[in-house]
């Protein structure tokens, strides 16, 4: 079983910076793809960042395209996020997910991690 477990999320100012880390334990890891969403109470999860493992090819949602950076580590079975330039919309629980293998939905989910942006 992978367990994915998410750090890094905090207070900061409008225009600040946070690194979100993501480190997955457990039966040997080597996902298809990885990714970080967001959740606001009462709205639908949004996919931010994805990045696949093997290339690390990436894709962003346009709302966060030129200010975040999500990335890999293999050595460290672990995926980030450089969030840069922060907005008030921008506060959410963050979550970081991985698909397995390819045609596979994101089958491991972290429990969270809050991002919280003051102006």
């Known amino acids: 079983q992978v367990q994915l477990v998410e750090s890094g999320g905090g207070l900061v100012q409008t225009g600040g910076s946070l690194r979100l880390s993501c480190a997955a334990s457990?039966?040997?890891?080597?996902?298809?793809?990885m990714g970080w969403f967001r959740q606001t109470p009462g709205k639908e999860r949004e996919s931010v960042a994805t990045i696949k493992w093997s290339n690390s090819i990436t894709d962003y949602a346009d709302s966060v395209k030129g200010r975040f950076a999500i990335s890999r580590d293999n050595a460290k079975n672990s995926v980030y996020q450089q969030m840069n330039s922060l907005k008030p919309e921008d506060p959410d629980v963050y979550y970081c997910?991985?698909?397995?293998?390819?045609?596979?939905?994101?089958?491991?989910w972290g429990q969270g991690t809050q991002v919280t942006v003051s102006s």
């Open positions: 997910a991985a698909v397995p293998t390819f045609g596979s939905p994101y089958r491991y």
């Open positions: 457990g039966r040997a890891f080597s996902p298809y793809r």
